[in-house]
């Protein structure tokens, strides 16, 4: 059964569970968050972006992350929520479970420092083969072929283990790269150096855009 920790007229925000993926990849049937939810509210299956198969999902966590998911349910909504998230007014915030490590192959040496309030910016660019993750370019240099944009990631709290992180504007494995790129791999997340664990080390418990807000303990 999903969890559904908030519903309006507009906006669902739906819990992800660790493995399930977001939504479908293209041209596929398999589970996903979106059938789903698409269950219960059969108006998230509306075609509302670029991608029709993805519905009126407003945006993705990574399959082994769990946590908030914001749909809309209707295609003005989604409309405006897409605008809000084009202005950096979609704020999402993390749980980072962490062991000390030293980072994988292939990170620039780490420029930054880990105290609340730090910005940690990069653009990304495509590493290791089929290209399954991301390496970090240091935003302040002029090597940005890879990427045309800048993703931040800011450390709100940081303590043994456990982290807490806000984006408004996310790249694919995001928080993840950032966090190895630091020395600070999650846990369960073997593709960026992580120690196996029984559970993946993140967790989105936090969302905000416009009059929808939600935080779960």
Not at 11 to 30: F, M
Not at 127 to 145: F, I, Q, S, T, W
Not at 187 to 207: K, N, Q, V, W
Request: charged residues 25%.
């Amino acid at each position: 059964m999903t969890d559904y920790p908030y519903v309006d007229g507009n906006y669902i925000v739906a819990y992800k569970e660790g493995g399930l993926a977001t939504v479908p990849l293209k041209g596929r049937n398999g589970s996903s968050l979106l059938h789903c939810v698409g269950k219960d509210f059969p108006e998230v299956m509306q075609a509302g972006g670029k991608n029709p198969w993805e519905g009126l999902c407003l945006h993705r966590l990574d399959t082994p992350t769990r946590g908030l998911v914001l749909f809309a349910r209707n295609v003005a909504a989604y409309e405006r929520a897409v605008a809000l998230q084009t202005d950096g007014k979609f704020v999402k915030r993390y749980r980072a479970y962490f062991s000390d490590g030293a980072r994988t192959d292939g990170f620039e040496p780490f420029p930054f420092s880990l105290a609340p309030g730090t910005v940690i910016r990069s653009a990304f660019r495509p590493y290791g083969e089929g290209r399954k993750a991301v390496r970090p370019v240091y935003a302040d240099r002029n090597r940005l072929r890879y990427a045309s944009a800048f993703y931040e990631t800011k450390i709100i709290s940081f303590s043994h283990g456990l982290a807490v992180v806000e984006l408004c504007r996310g790249f694919r494995h995001q928080v993840r790269s950032h966090m190895a790129w630091s020395g600070h791999s999650l846990d369960g997340d073997t593709l960026y150096g992580g120690r196996p664990a029984d559970e993946f080390g993140l967790e989105a418990f936090s969302l905000s855009l416009g009059d929808v807000s939600v935080t779960i303990d």
